[in-house]
């Protein structure tokens, strides 16, 4: 199969690598010579790693070479069955280049989009065949991350999203298909881990430490998310939350915060920058200045925890209840596209139905906000005694 990538950045470099690991013959196209370079320097280095951690051998590493080639030209895609985008999230530039790709392409290749945010529908209208079009998300790292998010238009003809969701699967990875809708799966069921947690820290109730501590303790998740933020970059996260919270008619669900703004705005980006919520030296390393944040108070911790589970678990039930994906599908988001412990879904069984609707209408009955209003799913299949699973 012949595969067609669109743009040599890393999440470009990484799908070129995952489609030529499982034996597809890829051209990765970028206007700049550069960053082709920049992407054939970082494979050899990446490869080269693998080696010495056993995990292919030098054959297998010339394989994976050999199936990618490093183009400057659109028309040089011409002979690809399928096209991935991944390029900067302009839905304009986007729309330009997918105009002129068809003009190059044969009629039965599938032309994709690897956005996290923009509508596949508004991205599809620019082709002459929009059936052809269908949104193909992963996650950073793409070699690996094994989730997948595939999205259909409501143009996408079922031919191409049943020969997209195969192909994918055929790269060893996981698929959750999603409707076409701002953040698709993971990028709009997790607004709350970030909201709440900024939500939590402007009302004073604990610091950056405290929340992550709790959240990785209490919860069992990787990083914290003010951890997190820093390692997305604040400017980057803010702005998937604006385009998410502008995106649903400005749902206070998915309200910004006004904390992450002023960081994204004094340059406090994370990682990237040497300062964010927290600090990190020159190799992007946390610098431990005050962890007196980290409470012993048990009964603090827990209840943070469970402020912002109950809000991601009403955010996973609301993306079900309006048939945003499947309960499978939503629950495997979770788990393989941003490492949570559990899935969403999963986690509100345990609890129980009842622990959810009861925590929601606590949180509604002390602010009022519409933000902390009970998913209609979860008062249902409380009301009739049901569960996800």
């Not at 595939?150 to 699967?169: D, F, G, R, Y």
């Amino acid at each position: 199969m012949n595969i067609g990538i669109i743009g040599s950045g890393t999440m470009g470099s990484g799908i070129a690598q995952v489609a030529a690991t499982s034996g597809c013959k890829v051209k990765l196209y970028d206007t700049n010579q550069a960053a082709l370079d920049k992407a054939k320097a970082s494979l050899e280095k990446i490869l080269n790693r693998l080696i010495e951690k056993g995990r292919i051998n030098a054959e297998e590493k010339n394989r994976i070479q050999s199936n990618i080639s490093y183009v400057d030209t659109l028309k040089d895609l011409s002979d690809s069955n399928l096209t991935i985008e991944a390029i900067i999230e302009n839905l304009d530039i986007k729309k330009k280049v997918f105009s002129e790709l068809e003009s190059y392409v044969s009629e039965d290749c599938i032309i994709a989009s690897n956005t996290s945010s923009l509508s596949i529908a508004s991205i599809a209208a620019s082709l002459k065949k929009p059936e052809r079009c269908v949104g193909i998300h992963f996650f950073n790292p793409a070699p690996l991350m094994k989730l997948v998010e595939v999205i259909p238009a409501i143009q996408t003809s079922k031919e191409v999203l049943e020969k997209s969701i195969q192909t994918i699967s055929d790269w060893k990875k996981v698929v959750a298909v999603a409707k076409d809708t701002p953040g698709f799966i993971v990028n709009r069921v997790a607004r709350p881990f970030y909201g709440e947690a900024l939500r939590i820290y402007e009302e004073g109730i604990a610091g950056f430490a405290t929340i992550d501590a709790a959240m990785k303790e209490i919860g069992g998740f990787r990083m914290g998310p003010f951890e997190l933020m820093d390692f997305i970059g604040n400017d980057v996260n803010y702005t998937v939350t604006e385009t998410v919270f502008t995106a649903f008619y400005f749902d206070p669900r998915y309200k910004p915060a006004f904390t992450q703004k002023r960081f994204a705005e004094a340059g406090y980006l994370g990682r990237k920058s040497g300062r964010g919520y927290y600090n990190y030296d020159e190799n992007g390393k946390r610098v431990i200045s005050n962890e007196s944040e980290k409470s012993q108070n048990t009964e603090l911790a827990e209840s943070i925890f469970n402020r912002v589970l109950v809000m991601l678990i009403n955010e996973a039930a609301d993306a079900l209840f309006l048939n945003i994906a499947s309960a499978e599908d939503i629950d495997n988001a979770m788990t393989k596209g941003v490492n949570y412990p559990k899935g969403l879904l999963a986690w509100a069984d345990e609890k129980g139905i009842d622990w959810c609707v009861n925590k929601m209408d606590e949180l509604y009955n002390e602010y009022h906000e519409d933000r902390y209003r009970c998913s209609p799913l979860l008062r249902k299949m409380n009301k009739e005694g049901l569960r996800f699973f």
